[in-house]
């Protein structure tokens, strides 16, 4: 802290009190006093200001960390259970695939079988038809 200008206090109290004072006065010891420990004073709140800034700097940092900590825990938590749901409708998926596919197949299957019956009658008709003529011209 600077120093206390002993003159112009001597001054002040003489103008607001009409006392006159002397800068070597006695009184003015007490206000070099009273500056000498107000400084000290305020040395050791700066210090332990400073102490509790540090302190909680550390603790800040360690809240951090475990925040850190927790939060990766959180996203791999997540993830994993975004893959299970991911996989879950995938095979979910297949099986509605595979139950298409197999529905698919019984209805091309029955198509398949439609078709031959049908070429089969067309082929038992004109055999039929070709006996009938047949029997006809020979007659």
């Known amino acids: 802290m600077g120093t206390i200008d002993v003159k112009r206090l001597a ?3 003489s103008v607001q009190h009409g006392i006159r004072l002397d800068p070597d006065d006695p009184i003015m010891a007490v206000v070099s006093l009273n500056q000498l420990v107000f400084e000290q004073s305020v040395s050791v709140v700066v210090d332990r200001v400073a102490s509790a800034v540090r302190e909680l700097d550390q603790a800040a940092g360690k809240v951090q960390a475990r925040a850190g900590i927790v939060l990766a825990q ?3 938590d997540c993830v994993a259970s ?21 529905a698919l197949g019984e209805l091309l299957s029955i198509m398949y ?10 082929f038992a008709v004109g055999l039929f038809s070709a006996g009938v003529w047949l029997g006809a011209c020979l007659r």
């Open 113 to 122: 079988v439609r078709k031959w019956f049908a070429v089969a009658l067309v």
């Open 11 to 13: 001054a002040e109290v």
């Open 82 to 102: 975004l893959r299970r749901e991911m996989l879950k409708d995938m095979q979910g998926a297949s099986t509605r695939r595979h139950a298409e596919s197999d």
């Open 74 to 76: 959180e996203v791999r």
